[in-house]
């Protein structure tokens, strides 16, 4: 690029007040300044942009042209330098999984937010598979796991402890039994998450080697949507307790206990290995971690509620 700012901003200047002195004045250069930058760029070019009558100076059809895109441009360059000398941790772009997407993350990015109105926040909501690949592909800057993903490139901090519950609806022939054995769970009809979920591999670790059969009859992506058809009688499944904290409050689902099966496991904080750590995801991680300082788990979260 041939051009500068600095040599714009002259033009513009001079256009407006029809006066170089005035310009310069304007501007706190000297007279010999503003025009010798005029001249320059008018010779670069090869295209004058004024008429000269005697001192004056007019637009010409070429200067007049010139005159709204390079305003346009120089508020445009003022955004910038406002944007990188801004005081605000600057723009950030997180990755959540369902769970703590819906759950947790929303009323994180709410406050951070509220707390940095001028430091946009993009919040991308995924599988496990999902966010951990942009990840790796440098489309989100930090992420939150709800369960493990083993890569080399990929760093992982633990932030949250949670549990995988079983649940059913408060009319299903299970609800109310307590514990469910092994034979009688391998014969439901089971709602459950995606291949490629951190919940939906949690799960399968937790019953491996103790049920013989799962008759996965329906695999859905979010966790709304197994709620409602478990609450349908439609069968029995298995998601985290962060999840249906409040379906149990209400009594539109219930708990069915099964103390054979370990489904504990661990939310994360996550991000790429050669991605140095920003003042806005510092920021961020401290605020996730001030918003659930007081929990031991998720069944401990004091956070509102967003149905």
């Not at 637009?59 to 801004?86: C, V, W």
């Not at 703590?100 to 951070?112: F, Q, S």
Request: glycine share 6%.
């Amino acid at each position: 690029m041939r051009y500068t700012l600095r040599q714009l901003e002259i033009f513009v200047a001079i256009a407006r007040t029809e006066n170089v002195s005035r310009a310069a004045a304007q501007l706190k250069l000297s007279q010999s300044a503003a025009s010798s930058a005029l001249v320059e760029l008018e010779r670069m070019f090869d295209r004058p942009l004024f008429d000269r009558v005697g001192k004056s100076l007019y637009l010409n059809s070429t200067g007049r042209g010139l005159l709204d895109k390079a305003e346009a441009l120089l508020i445009q360059a003022s955004e910038i330098e406002t944007y990188l000398t801004g005081s605000g941790p600057g723009p950030l772009a997180i990755g959540a999984t369902m769970t703590i997407g819906n759950y947790l993350a929303t009323l994180i990015v709410v406050e951070y937010m509220r707390r940095y109105p001028d430091s946009p926040v993009r919040l991308q909501v995924a599988n496990t598979a999902a966010i951990a690949e942009r990840l790796l592909r440098f489309s989100c800057d930090f992420a939150l796991l709800e369960g493990e993903f083993s890569h080399s490139e990929l760093l992982l901090e633990p932030w949250l402890a949670d549990e995988l519950v079983i649940f059913c609806a408060p009319s299903h022939p299970l609800a109310g039994q307590g514990p469910i054995d092994n034979n009688t769970l391998s014969r439901q009809f089971w709602i459950l998450r995606e291949a490629g979920s951190g919940t939906r591999t949690r799960f399968e670790q937790g019953i491996r080697g103790q049920l013989q059969e799962v008759r996965a009859g329906l695999e859905l992506e979010h966790t709304e949507a197994i709620k409602r058809a478990v609450e349908s009688g439609l069968g029995i499944g298995c998601l985290s307790r962060l999840a249906l904290r409040e379906a149990f409050r209400r009594g539109s689902l219930m708990e069915i206990p099964t103390p054979q099966f370990d489904f504990s496991r661990q939310f994360y904080f996550a991000c790429h290995a050669s991605r140095r750590g920003s003042k806005a995801i510092s920021l961020f991680r401290a605020l996730c971690r001030e918003m659930t300082e007081n929990a031991s788990s998720t069944e401990h979260i004091r956070l509102p509620y967003i149905p």
